[in-house]
């Protein structure tokens, strides 16, 4: 059997390699630090747009490349070696990809052209005050107007609110959980800029009586539950995937770096400490990329993912922790110099393993799944 990538899969990744490689640098970056501008590049949207790159998993007869899962995470590894200022996950996979599965023929039709070609930008409210668990709304609550849903409530860390053309959220029903397509720009809704440490642009949303039209209802109260927990576990998978692609430039950096820098005249490569903790670094990543690629592979194989993705959770934010830690450690006093490129992949390792949350609740929630009998039994 070939576990190898197809010729598809590889074609993609080096055509998302190149083309962020080619356009992202330290110097790109820099013009974002510090909220003076949006962390958006739109030339490079636009140059991936024209490679059909943000159309991978989107349907042919809506302008994409009929492709999936895999394909985008594999563009998402590289946005993360990049660390490329572009709203990938929030609009390709948050978004884009439960209307491609769960939309009706003429919601597809009405955003995915625009979402391959760039045009439109699609965001995705997944989180609320004290709540990180899209598929049980608390504060967002939702009642039935004849065909229509009055929405009220708040969401958080809303990527790119200010830029989408739609947000998905889910909203809470008296007889279960609605999925919505969100006009930002609509009566009642109000953006409130939240600073972050990677000055993604992200915002607290506020909802007061908000109307949603018949044709905005992605999913009503009898299956909205199961198209969170579909985005979600996808939406998971792909911060894995860009936590490895991160993980990974900041173990490459800092073996070049070792591999450069002498004391007492002596390559500190050669050191057996610093050896040992690059070598500890390189096994960390390679098990993340496995983990990751497994989950990743189950769910574009529409297969049960779910302890994959506890998996890959927990390797994802313990790997970005340890390699975070070393590059620094490894580095000296150069890794937290912000002329030097390596302070950028740190914040976002860290983000990343925040946003994924603690390794120890993730590691006890795949714990009571053993202990219950639904992980690994036959």
């Not at 055509?15 to 030339?43: H, M, T």
């Not at 009929?66 to 993360?80: D, H, K, M, N, V």
């Not at 820098?261 to 960390?284: E, M, P, W, Y």
């Not at 989950?295 to 922790?321: F, M, P, Q, Y």
């Amino acid at each position: 059997m070939d576990f190898g990538f197809s010729e598809q899969q590889r074609d993609v990744q080096n055509l998302a390699r190149q083309i962020l490689g080619d356009n992202v640098c330290p110097e790109s970056l820099a013009q974002y630090d510090a909220y003076k501008a949006d962390r958006f590049d739109r030339e490079l949207w636009a140059k991936l747009a024209e490679a059909g790159l943000l159309g991978l998993a989107i349907a042919e007869e809506q302008g994409g490349m009929g492709f999936g899962y895999f394909e985008i995470a594999l563009l998402i590894e590289e946005a993360g070696r990049s660390i490329a200022p572009l709203p990938l996950i929030s609009h390709l996979v948050s978004a884009a990809l439960p209307i491609q599965q769960f939309g009706s023929a003429e919601q597809k039709q009405r955003y995915l052209p625009g979402v391959s070609s760039g045009e439109i930008i699609l965001s995705a409210a997944l989180a609320e005050p004290y709540n990180e668990d899209p598929t049980q709304p608390i504060l967002t609550t939702a009642t039935a107007d004849g065909e229509s849903l009055v929405l009220s409530g708040d969401k958080t860390a809303v990527p790119f609110a200010h830029l989408a053309d739609r947000i998905l959220l889910s909203v809470k029903m008296a007889d279960g959980v609605a999925v919505v397509l969100l006009d930002p720009k609509a009566a009642g809704v109000s953006l409130t800029p939240m600073q972050v440490t990677t000055y993604e642009p992200q915002f607290a949303l506020s909802l007061d009586k908000v109307r949603i039209a018949p044709e905005d209802i992605l999913a009503g109260p009898e299956n909205g539950r199961a198209v969170m927990q579909w985005l979600t576990e996808r939406t998971t998978v792909a911060l894995c995937a860009h936590q490895l692609g991160a993980s990974d430039k900041a173990m490459r950096m800092t073996a070049s770096y070792t591999a450069e820098r002498k004391q007492f005249g002596v390559l500190i490569s050669t050191f057996q400490a610093v050896g040992h903790r690059a070598a500890n670094c390189f096994i960390d990543v390679e098990c993340l990329r496995l983990n990751t690629y497994q989950a990743v592979s189950r769910l574009d194989g529409g297969l049960d993912a779910v302890n994959e993705v506890h998996i890959a959770k927990i390797w994802a934010g313990d790997v970005g922790h340890r390699v975070s830690y070393a590059a620094q450690h490894l580095h000296g006093g150069t890794g937290i110099d912000r002329d030097y490129p390596l302070w950028r992949y740190c914040t976002w390792l860290r983000y990343n393993e925040m946003t994924l949350g603690s390794s120890a609740k993730n590691l006890a929630s795949l714990g009571k799944r053993i202990a219950a009998g639904e992980a690994f039994c036959r």
